[in-house]
């Protein structure tokens, strides 16, 4: 059994094109499966819009799923009431985009690292700045940062503030809807491998939401490639990497900015006038699947 199971998972939206106008479903999520292995990293990418953030708002419950299942340790969570829902949250903890809107602007740094503690109750209030020390010490803060209010430190720094508060009470999962992609490009190598380091450390379990493919290369094991809300690809990275097998993946892979500009092969263009919604995964290669027409036949 994996720590995590997802099945099946549909969200739909309805959109008004006019206050008076007939509201149109968007399934914004479509029918998504996939499980995470207890210490490791599945990469969920895809383009703007492709459904990344609204299908972990269903994971963590921040909105509600259309349809589907998801197994925690075995435990179904959607449906769960309320109460089992705070006691599971402790569990799964979720890292931000922005963290200027995530942190509470008018707590200090340590502050806002310790309340998890202080809330479950765990800890002296000496055990808890140890910890709290700890933490910083693991996203490369300086303990002196400790007292200042997030306006004071700079985006990369409050991002660490993010990650440190998240992993206060040793979550079994992490989930990182784009991380990085708020801060400067010349601080996102940093916090880049803040979370590299900590994956090797802990062992986390980490789902990692990315537009940018590089980022998922650092830091993926295993990658799921999302289009128009459907998981259009996924298997081991090097494999998706090397071997893509869906046009949307090496469209996506063309578009990489290649670190040595003299070698950057042509772009590929995906036409989306060839994407079928109902194409299932189907395996390419040993656990490497593809929703590609082929691999249906
Ligand atoms: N609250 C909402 N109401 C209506 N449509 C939404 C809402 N949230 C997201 N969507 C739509 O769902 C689709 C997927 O959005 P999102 O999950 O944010 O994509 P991504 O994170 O991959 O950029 C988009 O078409 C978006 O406009
Ligand atoms: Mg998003």
Redesign the pocket.
Known sequence: MSLIEVTGLVKT?E?RQAPWGRPRL?R?VDRVSFAIGEGETLGLV?E????????VRCLLRLIEPTAGSFLFRGEQVFGLPASRMRALRRDLQMIFQDPDSSLNPRMTAGGIVEEGLVIHGIGSPADRRARVRELFEWVGLDAGMAGRLPHELSGGQRQRVGIARALALAPAVLVADEPVSALDVSIQAQVVNVLMDLQQRLGLTLLL?AHDLRLVRHLCSRIAV?YR?RIVETGRAGAVFHAPAHPYTRALISAMPDPDPGSQPPRIRYDAAGFDPEAELGEVAPGHWAATSAARQ
């Open positions: 939206f959109r968007i914004a895809g703007s819009g492709s459904g990344k953030t609204t299908t939401v999302m809300g």
